[in-house]
C-alpha cells in the first residue's frame, strides 16, 4: 500500500501536471508573441505607437505601466475608445460657443439616457461640486459669485453614510457636511438649512426609501456613480428612479476622456449647474473647465455604451482574467478566484484575486507588487501599500479612518483596465515571481 505522503505528493504531481498541459496553449502563444515583438522592434515605423521600452513617455523619461488596478486616476485612468479618440481628433478643428455646445450635447446625453437634462462636467469630482453650488446658490448670479460665503442661502449637505475621499468636491461650495450614517438617519438630519444629500447607494430598493425622505422634505438628492458603467444600462435606469441628479465618470469604465464626467437629472438643477461650471464667472465657474473636445469624446462614449454588446465585451474580460488564473495556478500553492459584482453595482467587471502562503514562499503581497513595478514591462497591481488616494489622506480608509494593521492583503486585477495581450505578459511575470519564490523557499 502507498504511504499516505507518497500518495499526497503523487495526487499533487498530477494536479501539477494537468494545471501544465491546462496552460500549455498560453506558453505558445507567448512564445510567438515574444518573437513577434522581437521582429517589430527592429522594424522602423514613423506612425508605430512604439514599444513599452521606445515610445513618447520613455522619450521623457516616464515609464509606461500595465494597469491591473483599474481606472485609478493616478494611472491615468482608462484608455479612451476608438471613437472617441476620433471625435476629440474632429472636434478641434473648428471654434464653437462653448454654451451652445454644452446645451446642444446635453440635450442628446439627456434622450440617451432618458432623463430631463444632462451636461459634462470636469469628472465626476467636477459633476459633484457644480451640482451642489447649483442646489445653494440657484441660477442667481449674485449668490454663484458670493459662495463659498452661504449666508443667506441653505448651506448645509447631507452625507448619506460616511466622509470619504470625495466629500472636498462639496466643501469646496463652502457647505457644511452633516453626515447621516444610516438612512434612518437622514429624517432627523434633514432641517432648514438643508441644501442637498449626498450619497453613492444606487440600488433601487435603497434609493427609494431615500426619496421617501427627500421628496416630502423637497430636498434634492445626488446620486454619485462614478464607475457604475459599464453596464450602459445604469445610466439609463437611474433616471426612471427619480432621483434628482446622477452623475458618472467619463475617464473611468465608460472610457471617454479622463477630464470628463456627465451629470443628469431635474432640467430646473442642470441649469443651475450649468451656471456654476466654465465659462461663467463665480466662485467655484472657472475650475470645473471642461472642453470641445471633452464634451465630443463624451457624447462619443456614452453613444458607444448605448449600442454596445455588454455581454461579448465581458467574455473577452473574463477569459483575460481566466487566462492569468491559468498561468498563475501551475505554481503549486497559487490559488486564484474570479468574482463579478452584480451590473448594478460600481466597478461591475470580472475581479481576480490571487493568493499564496506568504509565509512559506518567502514572499509578500506588496514584495510580489514591487518586482513586477521594478520589472519590464512594468505591472502596477494594487495593494495596500499601492493605494489610489489622496496626499491628505494617505494611511487612511475612504471613510478617513486609519487602515487595520490586520487588514488582509491580497493581489488583485481587474479586467477593465487590460489591453489585449495584456493577460498574457501579466500572467507569465507573475508566475515567474512566484515560481523563483517558492524554489528558493523550498
Known amino acids: ?42 522594424a522602423k515605423s514613423a506612425t508605430s505607437k512604439g514599444t513599452f521600452s521606445d515610445n513618447i513617455y520613455t522619450r521623457l523619461g516616464v515609464r509606461p505601466l500595465i494597469n491591473c488596478c483599474g481606472p485609478w486616476t493616478n494611472m491615468t485612468a482608462a484608455l479612451e475608445l476608438p471613437e472617441v479618440r476620433a471625435a ?33 462636467t470636469s469628472g465626476s469630482a467636477g459633476s459633484i461640486s457644480s451640482a451642489t453650488a447649483a442646489c445653494i446658490a440657484g441660477s442667481d448670479a449674485k449668490n454663484i459669485y ?40 437622514l429624517q432627523s438630519a434633514i432641517t432648514s438649512q438643508t441644501a442637498m444629500i449626498y450619497t453613492t447607494w444606487g440600488t433601487d430598493e435603497v434609493l427609494q426609501s431615500i426619496l421617501k425622505i427627500s421628496k416630502p422634505a423637497g430636498v434634492p438628492v445626488l446620486l454619485d456613480q462614478a464607475s457604475a458603467i459599464p453596464p450602459f444600462s445604469n445610466y439609463t435606469r437611474l433616471a426612471k ?35 456654476n461650471t466654465n465659462p461663467w464667472e ?12 471633452e464634451m465630443m469624446g463624451v457624447l462619443a462614449a456614452v453613444e458607444y455604451w448605448s449600442k454596445a454588446d455588454n455581454a461579448a465585451i465581458n467574455k473577452v474580460w473574463q477569459r483575460q482574467v481566466e487566462r492569468i488564473a491559468t498561468l498563475v495556478e501551475t505554481v503549486p500553492g497559487v490559488h486564484a478566484t474570479i468574482m463579478t459584482p452584480p451590473p448594478e453595482e460600481e466597478d461591475s467587471w470580472p475581479l481576480l484575486t490571487i493568493s499564496w502562503d506568504e509565509q512559506k514562499f518567502g514572499l509578500t503581497v506588496d514584495q510580489c507588487a514591487q518586482q513586477l513595478r521594478e520589472g519590464e514591462p512594468r505591472i502596477e497591481v494594487p495593494s495596500i501599500a499601492n493605494r489610489e488616494g489622496v496626499l491628505a489622506r494617505i494611511g487612511l480608509t ?21 489591453q489585449p495581450g495584456d493577460e498574457l505578459i501579466v500572467g507569465n511575470r507573475l508566475r515567474q515571481v512566484l515560481a523563483k519564490a517558492r524554489k528558493r523557499s523550498a
Open 241 to 275: 428612479t427619480g432621483v434628482d441628479l446622477y452623475c458618472f465618470s467619463g475617464g473611468k469604465g465608460m472610457r471617454g476622456p479622463q477630464s470628463s464626467g456627465v451629470l443628469l437629472g431635474r432640467k430646473d438643477l442642470i441649469d443651475a449647474a450649468v451656471y
Open 282 to 293: 463665480g466662485s467655484i465657474c472657472r475650475p470645473m473647465k471642461v472642453g470641445k473636445e
Open 146 to 185: 458670493q459662495l463659498p460665503d452661504t449666508t443667506g442661502m441653505k448651506g448645509e449637505v447631507i452625507l448619506l453614510g460616511e466622509r470619504s475621499g470625495w466629500d472636498s468636491c462639496i466643501r469646496l461650495t463652502g457647505a457644511k457636511l452633516v453626515v447621516a450614517p444610516t438612512v434612518n438617519d
Open 88 to 120: 476629440t481628433e474632429a472636434a478641434h478643428y473648428y471654434f464653437v460657443n462653448l454654451l451652445e455646445l454644452q446645451a446642444a450635447v446635453g440635450r442628446r446625453l439627456a434622450e440617451l439616457a432618458g432623463a430631463e437634462s444632462a451636461m459634462v
Open 1 to 42: 500500500m502507498m504511504p499516505e505522503r507518497e500518495f499526497h505528493n503523487d495526487l499533487s504531481d498530477r494536479r501539477s501536471f494537468i494545471k501544465l498541459l491546462a496552460a500549455a496553449p498560453l506558453f505558445a502563444t507567448i512564445g510567438a508573441r515574444s518573437f513577434a515583438a522581437t521582429v517589430s522592434a527592429t
Open 398 to 418: 475612504e471613510s478617513g479612518k486609519p487602515i487595520p494593521a490586520n487588514l488582509p492583503n491580497r493581489l488583485q486585477i481587474k479586467s477593465l483596465t487590460l
